[in-house]
């Protein structure tokens, strides 16, 4: 099986990500005993050092992310075992022989590139021009995939030119969560969720992502990018469509994929004339976490742009123009330093056409989809309060699966461990198709577009809080709130 022969390269193998996400995740699964014993990672970097030197420069982050419970000087060993550190410089050909020659044909090399975007063309065509390419190369893409629809195209475009798209796997990390898988189960494995699914009988759906982190270190980037572009367009998007979506033929990347974009492509376009009614833009300024004081967006050491309006935070108010949604709002909101980490999406039924209990307000079912903390789904619902005395009064209780405890086991893998797997495994299911990457940026660029063309201003809120006051008053305008 062609499992059995992957070297994973890894472009940017010293930078952030890599170090927090991509080298722990492989360790996670080699501690599972899920890679296969001749699964080769070739870091790469710019640095000209050993492979010793970068694996000592990994180790402390790693035994930190993998936990004591996990960690062993055995694993250790065996997980060193696996990498080969090759220095190259990416946008210089002369240098990828080195890595040409690591390379056996026989093999599937599965390129990951965690650089940014702009070196994605020079590294693609470096590849090709040292001979690295085969046919049965994968490569698997960060995000951002652009920054506009014109420019995704153009990623597209270039990529495509050097990989199959079968070949192509287009990382949207928040599809390798436990849960968001658990929404494809929860909505087509169980009849009486699927049956009440529409507008006949769902009022209104929520999605929040919720930050406590900031944009420490990394202004530079963040100002030009913003909260939609970095959360929305792509994580906020993706929660869309699976809750949106029509059930799949199959659970197949092509039928899942077919079913998402049609969802992107009936999102209606917020323009000049709706966008002060359907979105805010904020940015958050000094304030307090526990009893820690958190410096403003502006005021960051790193920040160099005094008068930026760039978003830390956004809420829209979407509409999917479908049979099934017609009529049904989707509150999408996120932001950098809220108050509390929390992503969720909260389904929030239509009250019942008549209230026969005279105690209690007609009010509505909800169901709660947990991604971060606590993974899990809670259903709220009315049930009578015990007791004999008096009228029958009824009381909101909730129904709850925490997947932790309900699975026995001892940990929620991460999502790229999820995804490596699957990368490895040639299964494309949970990442992200083209078209529906060029469709998401084609509805955030008519967004942009309204939002700058009616001076649409960033409104501060304080850090360690909910946001500002003006996301409370676009769902309360609906005689809505936000789910706390
Ligand atoms: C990344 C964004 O894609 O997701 C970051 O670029 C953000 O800005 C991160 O902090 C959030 O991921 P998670 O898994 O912590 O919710």
Same mark, same amino acid.
């Given at each position: ?12 193998? *010293? ?46 982050? %790693? ?15 065996? /997980?060193?075992? =696996? ?36 070196? /994605?063309?020079? @590294? ?36 495509? #030119? ?5 070949? @192509? ?10 849960? &968001? ?6 909505? /087509? ?12 009988? @769902?009022? #209104?759906?929520?999605?929040?992502? *919720? ?28 929660l869309l469509c699976l809750v949106a979506m029509e059930p799949p033929n199959t659970m197949t990347a092509h039928d899942i994929r077919d079913e998402k974009v049609k969802v992107v492509r009936a999102l209606r376009v917020i323009d ?20 820690e004081e958190l410096t403003g967006y502006l005021d960051l050491e790193d920040a160099d742009n005094p008068d930026s309006d760039t978003e830390t935070f956004v809420a829209v108010k979407a509409f999917i123009d479908n049979w099934r ?26 009250? %019942? *056409? ?13 169901? &709660? @989809? ?11 619902? $009315? ?20 997947? $932790? ?17 699957? &990368? ?7 990442? &992200? ?5 060029? !469709?998401?940026? %084609?509805?955030?660029? !008519? ?7 009616? =001076? ?16 409370? %008053? ?11």
């Open positions: 099986m062609k499992d059995n022969h992957i070297d994973l390269v890894l472009f940017g193998a *010293a930078g952030d990500l890599s170090r927090r996400k991509l080298l722990p995740a492989l360790m996670h699964l080699d501690y599972s005993e899920l890679l296969s014993p001749d699964l080769r990672i070739l870091a790469l970097s710019r640095e000209d050092i050993s492979t010793d030197q970068f694996m000592a420069g990994q180790e402390q982050t %790693l035994k930190a992310y993998l936990g004591e419970q996990r960690w062993s000087e055995g694993l250790w060993q065996r /997980f060193c075992q =696996r990498v080969d550190y090759v220095s190259v410089q990416f946008t210089d050909i002369s240098q990828y022989a080195a890595l040409s020659q690591q390379l056996k044909p026989e093999r599937v090399a599965v390129f990951y590139f965690a650089t940014p975007p702009s070196l /994605f063309q020079t @590294i693609c065509e470096n590849l090709n021009g040292s001979g690295c390419l085969s046919e049965q190369s994968r490569v698997v893409l960060e995000k951002p995939i652009g920054r506009n629809h014109a420019n995704c195209k153009e990623v597209n475009e270039t990529v495509g #030119h050097f990989f199959d798209e079968n070949g @192509i796997y287009r990382i949207d990390h928040y599809l390798g969560k436990e849960t &968001v898988q658990n929404l494809l189960a929860l909505r /087509f494995a169980n009849r009486f969720i699927n049956a009440q699914w529409d507008n006949t009988c @769902i009022d #209104h759906v929520q999605i929040t992502v *919720a930050e406590t982190v900031g944009i420490d270190g990394r202004f530079s980037y963040y100002d030009q990018v913003g909260q939609l572009r970095d959360m929305l367009q792509n994580h906020l998007m993706q000049d004339a709706t966008v002060a009614d359907h979105v805010v833009r904020g940015q958050y300024t000094q304030g307090w976490y526990r009893a949604w017609a009529g049904v709002p989707f509150y999408l909101r996120t932001g950098k330093r809220m108050g509390e980490k929390v992503t969720e999406i909260v389904i929030t039924y239509k009250t %019942l *056409a008549h209230n026969i209990f005279a105690s209690h307000e007609n009010s509505p079912n909800r169901l &709660v @989809i947990r991604l971060q903390p606590n993974e899990g789904i809670e259903m709220q619902m $009315l049930s009578k309060q015990h007791g004999i005395e008096g009228d029958m009064g009824l009381i909101r209780q909730n129904l709850d699966l925490n997947f $932790l405890a309900a699975s026995g086991i001892e940990r929620i893998p991460d999502a790229y461990e999820r995804l490596f797997l699957d &990368v490895i495994r040639g299964d494309q299911s949970l990442f &992200v198709g083209r078209e529906e990457v060029e !469709q998401s940026w %084609l509805w955030c660029d !008519q967004l942009i577009s309204a939002w700058e063309s009616r =001076r649409l201003k960033v409104n501060p809120y304080s850090a360690g809080t909910k946001g500002p006051a003006q996301a409370e %008053l676009l769902i309360g305008r609906d005689g809505r709130s936000w789910h706390e």
